[in-house]
């Protein structure tokens, strides 16, 4: 299936204005924990500014200047004829048998790498007990990572579980960043209709990365049992590749007590002082998160689990690591 982009949510001379407002608005952000907003994910770009991308040489300088280019890249430019000096590990054999004559593949130089959030909306992400709802959590996330790219001169692009709603595409600067938190914030604010689950994402996905990507994958630790096994060591083998596993501090520590719960008119009580509903509790919460990290550790991929109470950029030394780390 092939991948669309298009327009999504504001324009993006609406989110600019919001988001320079919000900048220089002074007052303190309201917010709830319950749904996230574009002034707090804004206000996030200072989590991300910790580590600076090497400066630029200058004439007057000795010894080697970093560069911009990140290396020959993997995307193919065109074929020339080959000449004295090519590396000819680079030949163009099928030009050449065609032609009759020797051609090697010119590469183009890979300036920018791309850095893509991935966006988990399962129902079960918009929850919480305490400080904020595990989907708040991986919004803000998401934006760290947002402004980490542009921290690092990447381009930045996200997408969800979805059939009908195109990714946000890559782009570098503030306006690729703005256009990631609006996303952020209208998938977050509440589960989409359309959610088709996170292994509909993980396939977009692969479409998307080259190799030297980052990927950040926001995720329930219920959603990994439902992917395809075999696409994570695919998505580990594009570059560096974190998935963060949003969990709340109730289903990792239930208190041993009665405990009530209601959806609608619906009210029910689990008493969780007894050993057969603690395991059931366990089998419901516990064991899928520590399957999820083993599961991914094992197949190249970076993982750990966030609380919704933990520090939003608690993760964020691991997702800067080189990818030989």
């Known amino acids: ?5 298009g327009k999504t949510g504001k324009t993006e001379r609406a989110v600019s204005r919001e988001a320079d407002a919000l900048s220089n608005h002074q007052s303190p952000i ?30 007057g300088g000795s010894g080697q200047a970093p560069s911009t280019l990140r290396g020959r890249g993997m995307e193919y430019a065109e074929s020339r004829e080959y000449a004295p000096g090519d590396d000819a590990r680079h030949i163009d054999w099928r030009l050449t048998a065609r032609s009759g004559r020797a051609h090697t593949k010119l590469y183009q130089a890979e300036r920018e790498r ?35 790219a542009l921290r690092d001169g990447d381009r930045v692009a996200a997408l969800r579980g979805s059939h009908a709603e ?21 998938w977050y604010a509440a589960p989409p209709a359309d959610d088709a689950g ?98 991914l550790a094992g197949r190249g991929l970076r993982a750990r689990a966030l609380s919704a109470d933990d520090a939003s950029d608690a993760w964020l030394r691991l997702f800067a690591a080189r990818a030989s780390a």
Not at 133 to 145: D, H, L, M, P, T
Not at 168 to 182: E, K, N, Q, T
């Open 114 to 148: 791309l850095t893509l959030v991935v966006a988990d909306t399962a129902p079960a992400l918009y929850f919480g007990t305490r400080v904020r709802f595990k989907s708040v959590q991986a919004a803000r996330a998401g934006a760290i990572a947002a402004w980490a």
């Open 1 to 5: 299936m092939k991948i669309a982009f």
């Open 198 to 295: 996170l292994d509909t994402a993980l396939d977009h996905a692969g479409r998307l990365l080259r190799p030297g990507s980052r990927l950040l994958v926001l995720a329930d630790p219920s959603s990994i049992a439902a992917v395809a096994p075999q696409r994570w060591p695919a998505l580990a083998m594009r570059g560096v590749a974190t998935v963060l596993l949003l969990t709340d501090p109730l289903e990792r520590d239930p208190p041993r007590a009665p405990l009530p719960f209601q959806q609608g008119r619906q009210r029910l009580e689990l008493d969780l002082g007894m050993a057969a509903q603690r395991r059931r509790w366990r089998d419901a919460f516990e064991a899928p998160l520590e399957d999820a990290l083993a599961l």
């Open 30 to 59: 309201t917010n709830h924990g319950i749904v996230p907003t574009l002034a707090e994910l804004v206000a996030l770009r200072a989590m991300a500014a910790g580590r600076r991308p090497a400066r630029h040489g200058s004439h």
């Open 166 to 186: 195109a990714p946000v595409p890559p782009c570098a600067g503030p306006r690729g960043v703005l256009r990631v938190l609006d996303a952020l914030v209208r």
